[in-house]
């Protein structure tokens, strides 16, 4: 669903031609040209020239531990080879629905808010009014908290811990596996993750930033809409299940999150990932779609070849199995005119400006660092939580500890079941 806190969750972004070149970006201080920052990324470590090296963030290191403290982001094309260990897989192994990602206690082991498309996976021409109701519409958006994935995990204790370790290497919600791959081309979000390593797994939640929250105190009206658009559009082609006799409403705070075991290379992943709604090809075969809102009146008006707004789409329904979207295409007066169909497989075949290597390169690259930075087991005693903070302007994603409680996102209630 659309969130106006959660900018890349957006149903409906403003399409930003980007040039098919090389990304510009603020070279870091002690990086003296392009060329030999380059070759740097390729070695994961910036020399320092001095005694300490300060990070965007204000904190300092020695220079001799910068590797531990700061990550550049290599340039896109430096990561885009295939290797020959490279494998990506994943697999739905549970679903819930949840009306609060912090409350476990508004989590349920059901499909009560399972929606199902209403329509034949063609084109069809339709008139759908996406302003209705929008002077209404109050989102709080959507919590980056992981409290309802830790509730699933506690439910399924038997299944994904063993011999007193977990089952994965790292938990989260998929916007975070999105967030990291990501950022080889991204220029003016930055992000932050709260890392915690226990029983031999790493829990990563993400933080709300202050240029996340200035980002959306100054979001023009034109994108408010947008995100209210996602919400509308869901109600106008998706219905319960015949199955379903719930008589609770849909909402936005309503959602139905499926459960995907995944590995990147030799890393275990376990993540949530909020479903828009299910195809029914049978009685018995389900499928999960995504749905999209673009402005155009035709698939051939979206720009797939050189905007990587598109790239977040593909990434988001590659990381959970999905195959097919549907695109309501709308006028500038909110009005959507037709529902096309699109396989994510034509997104990656358009593009010239992305790969999938890099993506998964990357993340393959920052679990190698988290992994040699996250090494003390969180305790009652000893929280121990690691901060990574992506900065766009020069490009690198910096590391500390913080002893700060806000940060303490691991429940006492979670950790007690498993000690």
């Not at 403290?69 to 260990?85: E, H, I």
């Not at 290497?169 to 930055?190: A, N």
């Amino acid at each position: 669903m659309a969130s106006a806190q959660i900018k890349t969750d957006g149903k409906d972004e403003l399409v930003i031609e980007e040039e098919a070149g090389i990304i510009q970006g603020n070279i870091q201080q002690n990086s003296p040209s392009t060329n030999e920052k380059r070759k740097q990324y390729e070695d994961n470590l910036v020399e320092a020239p001095r005694k300490y090296i300060h990070n965007s963030d204000g904190n300092r290191c020695l220079a001799k531990e910068i590797k531990q403290c700061s990550l550049s982001v290599p340039f896109w094309k430096t990561l885009n080879r295939q290797q020959s260990s490279f494998q990506f897989q994943s697999n739905q192994i549970g679903y819930f629905s949840l009306l609060n990602r912090t409350d476990d206690k508004e989590c349920f082991e059901d499909k009560r808010y399972l929606r199902v498309y209403k329509y034949s996976l063609q084109t069809l021409k339709v008139n759908f009014d996406l302003k209705v109701g929008e002077s209404d519409f109050n989102s709080e958006g959507q919590s980056k908290n992981i409290d309802a994935m830790l509730w699933w995990t506690s439910r399924h204790k038997e299944d994904i811990f063993r011999n007193d370790k977990f089952t994965f290497d790292f938990l989260s919600w998929r916007g975070v596996l999105r967030l990291i791959m990501f950022s080889i081309f991204e220029k003016h979000s930055d992000w932050l993750l709260a890392v915690i390593k226990f029983k031999n797994a790493f829990f990563l939640c993400e933080y709300v930033t202050d240029m996340q929250v200035k980002d959306e105190q100054n979001m023009t009206p034109e994108h408010r809409s947008f995100c209210y658009y996602g919400h509308k559009f869901e109600e106008y082609v998706t219905k319960k299940p015949l199955d379903n006799t719930s008589t609770e409403p849909i909402t936005p705070s309503t959602q139905f999150a499926g459960v995907f075991q995944g590995h990147i290379g030799s890393y275990r992943l376990l993540y949530g990932a909020e479903m828009d709604c299910i195809v029914e090809k049978s009685s018995s075969m389900t499928e999960n779609i995504e749905l999209k809102i673009s402005a155009g009146k035709s698939l051939n008006d979206l720009p797939f070849q050189h905007n990587r707004k598109f790239a977040k789409w593909w990434l988001q329904c590659f990381l959970v199995g999905i195959k097919t979207m549907v695109i309501g295409l709308r006028d500038n007066n909110g009005i959507v005119n037709s529902l096309e169909p699109l396989s994510i497989a034509d997104i990656e075949r358009a593009t010239h400006t992305w790969n999938r290597y890099s993506f998964f390169n990357f993340f393959l690259l920052f679990a190698q660092f988290l992994k040699e930075n996250v090494t003390d087991e969180y305790s009652i005693d000893h929280k121990d939580v690691v901060l990574f903070r992506f900065i766009p302007s020069s490009q690198t994603i910096n590391m500390t500890k913080s002893s700060d409680s806000r940060y303490h996102f691991l429940p006492d209630w979670f950790y007690n079941q498993f000690v």
